[in-house]
């Protein structure tokens, strides 16, 4: 499927620039604080070399967990607002059962074969939507061909506006930035 192609570029691009970030980051602070890690060594200011040794180490974990929740944040709104109709077609397509279109055809083993990519992507979305719930609930309603049931789905989860509160943002990494800066900057000013 195309699209969960592009949302893996996207999860991947995504988490590069924010591994590259945090790199740039810290390791610019690194050499420019350099003579407050030096200190520390030398036992003059065990505090604020410490505090500038122990930030420029454990920031950049922190942008690594949050680079992975931004980038899968991303890959999943680019599926869902770019390709909603794709994403409820394969699904339907893939797994559901083509004699019975209510049963769910071997889920895990459908869901195993996908790319890992695809895997993330799918498994938020099945967290987020019953979606075979709702498949389940349509078909009460009346016998849909498969095109039909494809543009209600769509309709039902746009209506219930599961994803609105996914979108991914660019505060995230300025917020990292400033804090990851801002640790070492006022550390050195108030000590």
């Known amino acids: 499927m195309k699209i969960l192609a592009q949302a893996g570029f996207s999860y991947v691009f995504k988490f590069v620039l924010f591994i590259v970030l945090a790199l740039a980051t810290n390791i610019t602070l690194l050499f420019v604080y350099m003579e407050n890690i030096t200190a520390l060594f030398s036992g003059k ?3 604020l070399g410490t505090i500038t040794l122990l930030t420029i180490f454990i920031f950049p974990i922190i942008w690594l ?38 049963k769910v055809a071997n889920f895990l083993e459908t869901l195993e074969r996908q790319p890992k990519v695809a895997q993330m992507i799918l498994g938020f979305f099945f967290e987020k939507v019953d979606f075979f719930g709702e498949v389940s609930k349509l078909l009460k309603e009346k016998d849909y061909t498969d095109t039909e ?5 769509v309709e039902t989860i746009e209506e219930k506006e599961f994803f609105e509160d996914w979108e991914p943002s660019f505060m995230t990494p300025l917020v990292l930035l400033i804090v990851n800066v801002a640790t070492i900057v006022l550390a050195e000013y108030f000590l």
């Open 149 to 153: 049931l494809k543009v209600k789905m």
């Open 45 to 47: 200011e065990t505090i």
């Open 65 to 102: 967990f949050m680079a992975k929740k931004e980038a899968f944040l991303s890959a999943i709104f680019k599926v869902v607002n770019e390709s909603m109709d794709d994403l409820v077609g394969y699904v339907i397509d893939n797994f559901l059962t083509n004699d019975n279109q209510g």
